[in-house]
Structure formats: structure tokens, C-alpha cells
């Protein structure tokens, strides 16, 4: 197991199955369209958007001894990211994410059949201890969230992933100091009182609002314009890029324009991590 990675993200990893019909959809019948099955899971999205950009990164995770299993983590693989750590549950089904998008790629509606079986003891604590940045996702059992950033020693990142799961991590979180919060106002709600070098709340097309102490004030970021093409995983592509930028030394503000660059690019393709990501792509855009 590689010992060099830079992050290191604890989160889950399942498969995103994506329709999109070749017209407007119409309700209560079959749609014509396009049916894709791809790798997923936020924490596993994160961790290949980090390494397609060039940070070294291990993903610690768990999947069923299952076909989705094997083709999540191959494809993982095969994108650079360090799947040593990844644990493969025997009995436990791998995670599944269902989207329906309409005819211009946004989403109409998501089925989420998601459990992460990480379990604390599955964590390597050494590992995780010697990253320059934790990434944490909302799919992690609160137990196994707690015991992975108690094994941090530089900073860490959490990115809620949903409201329930939010409002279930909370918890877990006390007394915890964050370096980055990041997710949507609703995800954010129930984690007010969590403590937060810096809280970013994504709000898709409307753009980005920076908050944090070291801010004199909360800073607006607009998104790039972009025609949409499939809004599945730009989130997660702009929490990637967000602490990809931050580890080459970019100010937080710097590192966001260079998340909404990698979030547009990600909209503008069809899949959920894009296979040509690299770093000069995003800069392009900058």
C-alpha cells in the first residue's frame, strides 16, 4: 500500500446508474434515452477527481464482494487513486445511486440506496495520520466518521452529502474543529453549530457563498456558464478541485474560482467524474 498520498478521503463508494431521456420526459410511462452505469459514491468521486488532477490520494472505503463492488473500484483504479485501503465486505451489498435527469441534464428526481460498512476497525489509522488533508463524506457510520478524524493530524474536510445524513453525523462531530464544511444550505442547516475553520455552501448555477472567520466578510462566487450536459457529480468535482488548489498553495477564495472551473467542466460532460480532468484543463477555464 502507498504510503505518498497527499489526501486521504474516507467515504463511500457505489455505483451511479443515470438515465436521460432524448426528449422532454413525460410522466407515468417509458422514455426513450440513454442509460449509463458508471463508478460513484461522493467520497470515491472526490478521490478521483483529486487524482485525475494530480494529487496523490488513497480512498478508504468499503464495497460488497459484488460486481458493482469490483467495477467501482477498477475504475478507481485505473484512475490513479490509491484503492489498497478499500475493504470488500463479505454479505454487504455494494451502494447504488439511481438518477433520472431530464432532456437538458438536470435532475429530476434520485433514488439513493447507499450504506457505507466501514467500520472503525477497518480504518488504517496510520494512513490517515500521515495525510496533509482528510476528506470525510455523510455516507460514514458516525462511529467510523469519529474514529477517522480523531486519527487526523492535518486538516479535515467534510462534505455532508445529504439532510438526513447530515443531521445523523452532527453528532459525531462535537467538538471537532473542520477546516472546510461543504454543501448545500439544507445539508448545512442541521450542522450550524458544528465548529468550521471555513463553511462553503454550493448552490449549483446560483454559485458559491465563502463564509469563515478569517473572511471579513461572506464572498459571493459565480459559476461559469455552461451548457449542461449532466449535472451528476459537479459537487463533488468542486469539493476535489477546491482542495487540490488549497494543497498548491491557493487562498481560499483562489481555490473556490478553481472549484467552479472544475464543476463546470464536469456539467459540460456526460459522466460523473470527467476522464480527461487535469489540472491545465481547469486553468483553461480560469
Do not use: Q
Request: aromatic share 2%; proline share 6%; charged share 20%.
Amino acid at each position: 500500500m502507498s504510503r505518498g498520498a497527499r489526501v486521504v478521503v474516507v467515504g463511500g463508494t457505489n455505483v451511479d446508474v443515470v438515465a436521460r431521456p432524448g426528449a422532454a420526459p413525460v410522466a407515468a410511462t417509458s422514455n426513450p434515452g440513454r442509460v449509463a452505469v458508471t463508478a460513484g459514491g461522493v467520497g470515491r468521486n472526490v478521490a478521483e477527481n483529486l487524482a485525475r488532477l494530480g494529487t496523490p490520494t488513497a480512498l478508504v472505503s468499503a464495497v460488497g464482494d459484488d460486481a458493482h463492488g469490483r467495477l467501482a473500484i477498477e475504475a478507481t483504479a485505473a484512475a490513479g487513486v490509491d484503492v489498497g485501503p478499500v475493504v470488500t465486505v463479505p454479505g454487504a451489498r455494494t451502494g447504488c445511486y439511481v438518477a433520472l435527469l431530464d432532456d437538458d441534464g438536470e435532475l429530476v428526481g434520485a433514488v439513493s440506496d447507499m450504506t457505507c460498512p466501514l467500520r472503525p476497525a477497518d480504518l488504517d489509522v496510520a494512513l490517515v495520520a500521515a495525510a496533509d488533508l482528510v476528506v470525510l463524506d455523510g455516507n460514514l457510520d458516525p462511529d467510523t466518521l469519529a474514529a477517522a478524524f480523531d486519527a487526523a493530524r492535518g486538516p479535515v474536510v467534510l462534505d455532508p452529502v445529504s439532510v438526513p445524513k447530515a443531521a445523523r453525523l452532527a453528532a459525531a462531530l462535537g467538538g471537532r474543529r473542520l477546516r472546510l464544511l461543504s454543501g448545500g444550505d439544507a445539508e448545512l442547516a442541521p450542522l450550524a453549530d458544528v465548529r468550521a475553520d471555513l463553511v462553503w455552501e454550493r448552490r449549483g448555477a446560483d454559485g458559491s457563498t465563502l463564509r469563515g472567520e478569517a473572511l471579513r466578510r461572506p464572498v459571493e462566487t459565480a459559476a461559469l456558464p455552461v451548457e449542461v450536459v449532466d449535472v451528476t457529480g459537479a459537487g463533488d468535482a468542486m469539493l476535489a478541485a477546491w482542495c487540490h488548489a488549497t494543497l498548491a498553495g491557493a487562498d481560499p477564495l483562489e481555490a473556490a474560482a478553481y472549484g467552479h472551473a472544475a464543476a463546470a467542466l464536469t456539467v459540460g460532460g456526460d459522466r460523473t467524474v470527467r476522464p480527461d480532468l487535469t489540472d491545465e484543463l481547469v486553468r483553461s477555464l480560469l
